[in-house]
């Protein structure tokens, strides 16, 4: 019997109004409130709805289901709800959703009698051996014993579909009105009907076995591969074996080593595929089967490391491997397959693969390279280098959670690199470009930069974008809204400019930093070679390897002395109290306040004990 499924399609949870635990009103409307039964629930749990008349307003949990049913004697006519859910049917159920608030479900019933209005005479000889169907409606009947009155419903049923109630058996013969009924792939009889028709349907065969030979040249031996009797193995060697009537043979051939040209049964030519054979034992029959084994031809295959990959005559799903050593080697093929796969180790690259001399391009994902069109004397070449991943970019991300959607960073072979929050290192070589970096969610933007410079997605108003990076790139992902940017303006007294090294999100170092830096707020910034920095007298903590770090968060002047170190000036400056003089010792205020060192007059000062430059 053919199989029909049903597919339930989970709605996208932005679109749905309503929660799991919401109400829906809805009025149940039925010409006959006695004909049928209504229930609400689920399929394990189902409450009955009290119909109390021809409208009945029904209240039930969103997401549940409604159920109708008609009682015996009765069909479903017509089941609607503001568009058709059934017709002619026993029984029939919907969703409930949010959206069905307010609306109908109107059922009208019609009597059996009123639809079975045709009718055929059935016989079977072994009626528990027999699946009678009709088709439109899928309507099962269960047949008796001797001459069956079988009411059907000529609008929606007009054929019939009979086969054995086992799945691995067949029945004999169906006949209308004494003509016989073909069988069909799914071991079916099926046959238009009418008012008035006669079915005959034989199950039983005679209770007798059948020798089934089979023949065929002496250069295959191992042309069968196997054989069954109603699904059973049959013991091999197979030349011949009994067979039951009635049961369904099927014998299969070795096809990667013989070429099956024709396959008869008592001298009937088979047509369709020549891999196997099937038929119902009826009688003592020949299969006869002209075959001839596959040609042979050999290519040669030269490899570098054979440890790094796997090499498959055909597909690597065959799991027809081919061990090869380091060097030349001579591989064997069949006239029949014409194509070789090669899979390379996971974090491998090709660095050469041809066949004679064509370079094939591309990586093969994990499902391997494909060389088609093999024949005599064909080379490949193939050089497989781990991958060294020795360069690196850094990828900065603000916040993962609007990513709700997806978020990803995938390389040229479709790998991802799984990233955090902040700031991630990522390790590559050449072979990883392009990326591909993307993500999505309601409440996120695509805004990605490189080095600065703003990176547009692959389409208008898209969600991803291909980079080519290259070692020490800064890529930065805002998944929500663009910071401001802020700008530390230099300014540099003394000897020793060589030695001061200024760096953004760690690894960039900028060239010009005299010239000012500006980037994204939260951009750390390191300097390295002053001796110290303080700002309006105030000495900063350098870390363990000398080395001044703070984040980007407001516009900075700083000045930065070589010889005595570097004095950041900005706002919101917090200062200890200290004494301040002039050039020539002169205390000039005592326990100055940050405010007081700001408003100085351009000039040199000792402040806190240090000489320093105050300039406007």
């Known amino acids: 019997m053919k199989k029909f499924y049903s597919f339930l399609f989970l709605a996208v949870a932005g679109l749905l109004t309503f929660a799991a635990s919401a109400q829906v009103k809805f009025t ?266 596959y040609e042979k031809y050999t290519i040669t295959v030269e490899v570098d490391n054979p440890e790094l990959m796997g090499f498959y005559r055909g597909s690597q799903y065959n799991y027809d491997v081919v061990e090869l050593e380091a060097g030349v080697n001579v591989v064997e093929f069949t006239e029949n397959v014409t194509y070789a796969t090669v899979v390379k180790a996971s974090d491998c690259y090709y660095e ?95 805004n990605l930069y490189r080095n600065g410079e703003k990176v547009e997605p692959a389409s208008e108003g898209g969600s991803y974008a291909t980079v080519t990076v290259e070692d020490g790139d800064v890529l930065k992902a805002y998944t929500t809204e663009v910071p401001e940017t802020y700008t530390i303006n230099f300014e540099y007294v003394g000897e020793g400019a060589e030695n001061i090294k200024v760096y953004t999100d760690y690894i960039t170092e900028v060239a010009d930093w005299q010239n000012g830096v500006t980037s994204f707020a939260g951009t750390p910034i390191t300097i390295t070679g002053a001796l110290e920095v303080d700002e309006y007298g105030i000495r900063f903590t350098p870390d363990e390897d000398g080395n001044f770090n703070f984040i980007l968060d407001r516009d900075y002047n700083l000045v930065i002395d070589a010889t005595t170190g570097a004095i950041l000036v900005g706002a919101d400056a917090k200062a200890n109290n200290g004494n301040v003089y002039n050039a020539q010792g002169m205390l000039i205020i005592e326990n100055a306040t940050a405010e007081q060192i700001k408003a100085l007059a351009p000039g040199l000062y000792i402040i806190n004990g240090v000489k320093r430059v105050i300039r406007k």
């Not at 891999?275 to 075959?291: L, R």
């Not at 591309?362 to 360069?391: C, H, T």
Request: charged content about 20%.
């Open 352 to 446: 050469t693969l041809t066949l004679n001399g064509v370079e094939y391009k591309g990586d093969d994902y994990g499902y391997g390279v494909s060389l088609s069109n093999l024949k005599q004397d064909d080379k490949i070449v193939i050089s497989v280098k781990p991958i060294v991943r020795n360069k690196k970019f850094v990828y900065y991300v603000d916040d993962l959670s609007a990513c709700t959607w997806y978020h990803q960073v995938q390389r040229a072979d479709r790998s991802y690199v799984y990233v955090n929050d902040g700031y991630n290192e990522v390790p590559f070589y050449d072979g990883d470009n392009d990326f591909t970096i993307g993500w999505a969610g309601p409440g996120s933007s695509f």
């Open 28 to 293: 149940v409307k039925v010409d006959d409130p006695s004909k049928v039964v209504v229930e609400t629930g689920y399929w394990s749990a189902r409450t009955p709805v009290e119909l109390t008349g021809e409208e009945t307003e029904v209240e039930a949990n969103a997401y549940e289901y409604v159920f109708i049913t008609a009682v015996d004697g009765y069909m479903l006519d017509k089941v609607t709800f503001g568009y058709e859910i059934a017709n002619r049917v026993k029984s029939t159920y919907k969703t409930i959703w949010g959206s069905d608030e307010g609306g109908v479900l109107d059922i009208t019933t019609i009597a059996e009698t009123d639809i079975y209005t045709a009718s055929l005479t059935v016989t079977a000889d072994n009626p528990s051996a027999v699946n009678f169907l009709f088709a439109g409606s899928y309507r099962s009947v269960m047949l008796g014993e001797g001459e069956n009155t079988v009411l059907f419903d000529p609008k929606n049923e007009s054929g019939i579909m009979v086969s054995h109630t086992d799945y691995g058996k067949i029945l004999r013969s169906v006949k209308v009105n004494g003509e016989a009924v073909s069988m069909n792939s799914y071991k079916e009889f099926e046959a238009n009907v009418a008012d008035g028709d006669v079915v005959e349907i034989e199950a039983n065969f005679p209770d007798e076995e059948y020798a089934v030979l089979f023949t065929y040249p002496e250069n295959c031996p191992n042309l069968i591969s196997r054989a069954t009797v109603d699904y059973v193995e049959q013991q091999l060697p197979i030349n011949g074996f009994m067979a039951q009537a009635g049961s369904i043979v099927r014998a299969y051939f070795d096809t990667e080593k013989y070429n099956v040209s024709s396959v008869s049964v008592n001298g009937v030519v088979q047509s369709g595929a020549k891999s196997y054979v099937e038929f119902i034992a009826t009688e003592p029959t020949i299969v006869n089967v002209e075959a001839k084994p």
